[in-house]
């Protein structure tokens, strides 16, 4: 404080006053981020405070108004001290005495921590003679803890030993005894020597449970350990008497000897040797009276790989000779639920017997049979699962080995790869064959006329009908579907694509050799047999109905897919109609083009000659000959009204449009001809000096070829008007009048 000191003043210097601006306000002496009044609180963190200023305000800014403040903060303190500067000295003056006061209150205090350091020791003593005694005491009471659990431990198993010399005594037949005095007060009046033995044997199973959970709780420990070879013992004997009661308890069907003896087998936790036994006296014998087990017999017997007529006689043994047992089991608070009769016994059984007795009943080589027997299987599980209670049980049956072991020996994805191969081979044989349209007789009423589609549409049912289709492998049948419908359609595109091209050439598809010869009345029974498959496999149509009802127990969204998926194989048929239209367009233009090949003789005809055209060519009458042949021919009944129009406007069209390309021709070169010669007729008769006057009134070359092919074209527009076809109406046709007909008559078309 020396160096703040200053020299003393008589009077405090006055204050300055703070600076104002233009217009009087105080002007601040920080910028408006620095806030002295921050440093003043509690919880002021300088670390905090200059990362959250730092982030707009530069470091040295902030240095520099921090030394600006510093700076004001001395300035203050120094005025503080020269205005109280006489306070300030005297304050050393004033604490005289202090010492001794401090002296004199260091003593109480002193003593005071030396009695709370005391009281602290004996706390501390007290508290670890507490803690060692608490030790003790815990020490004692595991000791005692496992001296009873010893003591306990020879008392069950002398008990046990003691019950268990106790059940040979009693009879083991069904004659009345008197029951052994040890248990006379536990057992009812006149109860039988069967029920007592049942009853002492639950007693002893639940002995038996104490002193395992004995021996787990002191394991390791050499009395323990002598005694487990007493305990072995008694296990031994306890197996062997609960097993004889329980076998006697079936063969009489006594109820409340299988009640005990089941739930000592539960107290024991030894549940798979009472399904063991079940097992092998009740269901074993009457199984194999059902399933012969010499396989070699059964083949030479009547006996056959079916299941069916099996499972309803095990059906009736169930419900005549097992029923009983799984009531037993199944009871409420019974606490017998822990039996699995149905899995491990009966089902257990009834895979054995197969496996040793048929075991071609598993083989998918013969897929009809083995649909038959995999779908009597489903049924039997089906009736067993009848017996469960509730979903919990029908879980627990699933996932038990014998129902795992039971399902694995259906091989359902090997009878999908031989029916795929049956289906699938069926049609892909068929469709490699040439096109192989019914007989009329045997056509008439029948949607389709192909062998090819009808093989089509019996794939597909079989996919979907219940001697083929497994409801497990429903995806897999639905893709066969449409790789059906798929193959169908591209043997139908390749074919109709190599005859299009026209080539044949060795290049070709094999599957489209057929396309190549057949005549054109195939490709109406074509153009049928694809209308009558789009309709049967459309929304309206009966397949999909057919496969939404077999799949009626799937979600709609589902139902929907499959409808969709379907509607979707299908447009790609829907788009080869167009191609076969045009393909049979193809061949009757291909034939008219035959006859139209004559009109280039017209020229030959008329040229250098005098002769006038009268009447029509010969050749106009075969230019439509062979679409009205096809129009007249028996099959064309097959396509309806609308393909029908389709065709005549369609072959009209292209034929009219080839005629008007070779009138065109003729009439163009004729003109040149015709124009070349009259040249070298002009220059010559200009070389001779003769007259060109005489010829300006004959019929030229040209005209007569015109006239002619006017007179043809007339006859070629009737003859459209007989198939119905109204020649004005064909662009090519107009283009065509206009080429040939006579000045007068370019505007109106008469024929």
């Known amino acids: 404080m020396a160096d703040l000191a200053v020299a003393p003043a008589s009077h405090p210097p006055p204050a300055p006053a703070p600076a104002t601006d233009l217009f009087g306000e105080p002007i601040e002496a920080h910028p408006p981020w620095f806030k002295p009044d921050s440093f003043l609180r509690a919880d002021f963190d300088p670390d905090a405070y200059v990362a959250e200023l730092r982030s707009y305000v530069p470091l040295e800014s902030l240095a520099a108004e921090l030394r600006a403040h510093l700076a004001a903060l ?65 020490a004692a009471t595991a000791a005692r803890e496992l001296l009873e659990l010893l003591l306990d431990t020879s008392h069950v198993v002398s008990k046990v030993e003691k019950l268990i010399k106790e059940l040979p005594s009693a009879p083991s037949d069904s004659s009345n005894a008197e029951v052994p005095s040890i248990d006379a007060q536990n057992v009812e009046a006149g109860t039988g020597v069967r029920e007592t033995q049942s009853i002492l044997l639950e007693r002893i199973a639940s ?13 390791n420990l050499p009395f323990i350990e002598n005694m487990e070879k007493r305990a072995q013992g008694a296990t031994k004997l306890l197996d062997g008497s609960l097993e004889r009661c329980f076998v006697d308890g079936l063969e009489h069907r006594d109820a409340k000897v299988i009640y005990n003896c089941l739930r000592a087998y539960a107290a024991i936790d030894n549940t798979s040797s009472a399904e063991e036994l079940f097992r092998t006296t009740v269901v074993s014998p009457l199984i194999q009276k059902i399933v012969p087990q010499n396989y070699a017999k059964a083949v030479a017997g009547a006996s056959s790989d079916g299941l069916e007529d099996d499972y309803e006689q095990i059906k009736q043994c169930v419900e005549k000779d097992c029923k009983f047992i799984l009531e037993i089991s199944s009871s409420e608070n019974s606490g017998l639920h822990v039996f699995d009769f149905l899995g491990n016994s009966i089902l257990k059984e009834v ?3 197969i496996q040793k007795g048929k075991p071609g009943a598993f083989s998918p080589g013969k897929p009809r049979e083995f649909l038959k027997n995999y779908k009597a299987s489903l049924g039997f599980l089906d009736f067993l ?11 627990k049956f699933r996932s038990e080995p014998a129902y795992t072991d039971f399902m694995r020996q259906w091989n359902v994805g090997v009878y999908f790869s031989l029916r795929f191969q049956e289906i699938a081979g069926g049609l892909d044989s068929t469709l490699t064959n040439t096109i192989s349209p019914v007989g009329m ?28 289709l497994v409801f497990s492998h429903c995806d897999k049948f639905l893709r066969l579907s449409l790789q059906l419908i798929s193959r169908y359609t591209a043997w139908l595109s390749s074919g109709l694509s190599a005859r299009k091209a026209s080539d044949g050439s060795p290049n070709s598809p094999a599957d489209a050799e057929w396309a190549l010869s057949i005549p054109i009345d195939d490709f109406i029974y074509i153009m049928h047999d694809v209308h009558a498959v789009i309709g049967e496999l459309s929304e309206s ?47 009757i233009v291909k034939k008219s083009n035959e006859d139209l090949k004559h009109l280039k003789g017209i020229t030959a005809t008329y040229r250098m000659t005098n002769k006038l055209p009268v009447r029509h060519s010969p050749y106009v009458s075969g230019i439509l000959h062979p679409l009205k042949v096809f129009l007249e021919g028996e099959r064309v009944s097959y396509l309806s009204e609308d393909d029908k129009t389709k065709l005549c406007r369609g072959s009209t069209d292209k034929i009219t449009a080839i005629y008007y390309d070779l009138v065109s021709e003729v009439v163009t070169v004729a003109r040149k001809t015709e124009s070349s010669l009259q040249r070298l ?31 043809d074209i007339q006859e070629y527009a009737r003859n459209l008007r007989t198939i119905g076809i109204d020649a004005r109406e064909i662009d090519s046709y107009r283009a065509l009048w206009q080429c040939v007909a006579p000045k007068d008559k370019q505007e109106n078309i008469q024929f």
Request: net charge neutral; hydrophobic share 45%; aromatic share 4%.
């Open 74 to 138: 001395r300035a203050e303190l120094v005025g503080l001290i020269n205005r109280d500067y006489a306070d300030f000295v005297g304050l050393s003056a004033r604490l005289k005495g202090v010492d001794a006061a401090a002296a004199r209150m260091r003593a109480p205090l002193a003593d005071l921590r030396d009695k709370v350091a005391g009281f602290r020791a004996g706390a501390s003593a007290a508290l670890a003679a507490l803690r060692a005694g608490l030790e003790q005491r815990a």
């Open 207 to 219: 002995e038996m449970n104490r002193l395992k959970f004995y021996i787990s709780h002191a394991q």
């Open 351 to 353: 895979l054995s017997a």
């Open 385 to 395: 699962e009848g017996y469960c209670q509730s979903k919990s049980a029908v879980t």
């Open 441 to 468: 007789n045997e056509a008439q009423g029948k949607p389709l006329l192909l062998k090819q589609s009808i093989k089509l549409l019996e794939s597909l049912q079989a996919c979907w009908s219940d001697e083929v």
């Open 541 to 587: 149509g009966s397949f999909i109905g057919h496969v939404n009802q077999l799949l009626a127990s799937c979600p709609i969204e589902v139902l929907n897919l499959v409808k969709q998926s379907i509607l979707q194989a299908v447009e790609p048929l829907e788009e080869v109609l167009p191609v076969i239209m045009n393909v049979m367009i193809g061949i």
């Open 681 to 711: 007729r002009q220059g010559a008769q200009r070389r001779v000096g003769a007259s060109t006057d005489a010829s300006d009134n004959i019929i030229s070359d040209t005209d007569k070829i015109c006239m002619q092919l006017f007179l």
